[in-house]
């Protein structure tokens, strides 16, 4: 393959954006694992970005907001079971335990029998949490307004969808394991 350079206009866009401008030179392949990082990287400074801003400007994390948005939703009235929580926003069920406690301590949620199956326990917002909520989301709409006040409608669109695509080609990620793991594995007792 013949080699790829960054273009002087692509080179300016990533300065006047805040980049680190280190041109990319190469094959084809290099520059889109370079462009791979660049986006992996940007994900990662932007959930960084969301969390500090949620907690400064709404005084609840990430999690927390997601937990109370979760279980606002009026179809599961009696409540989520942890598990299907967890599954639902795609966390550990140990680092959901932590934020469940917390908001339990302040009175949002509360862990209740299943009226379905009352060997159950399910997970369900507090009269406290509910009103908690309902004023939390009118704070939660201004802060998303701000945020893509830059952005088109259809580029809203175009970001929701390249997100979701995204997030599925995530979940189907399989890598081999690595040498020392393979030779581990490969060990017959």
Known sequence: MAPVKHSRKAVAAEASAGEATVPVQ??????????????????FQVANTLQKQAVK??????????????????????GMSVGTLADFLVVS?????????????????????????RRARVVRLTPVGFAFWKELRERIFQFYDQAVSGFKFDDRVALA???NALQ?????????PRRRERKKNDRRP
């Open 26 to 43: 190469g094959t084809q392949d290099r520059v889109a694992d370079h462009l791979s990082n660049r986006i992996f990287f940007r994900l």
């Open 57 to 78: 400007e709404l005084g609840v994390t990430t999690v927390q907001w997601a937990v109370l948005g979760a279980l606002s939703d009026p179809r599961p009235t009696y």
């Open 93 to 117: 069920r140990q680092n959901l335990d932590g934020v469940l406690k917390r908001l339990e301590r302040d009175g949002l949620v509360e862990r209740v029998t299943d009226p379905e199956d």
């Open 161 to 163: 969808h390249y997100l």
């Open 168 to 176: 599925g080609q995530l979940m189907n990620v399989r890598l081999e």
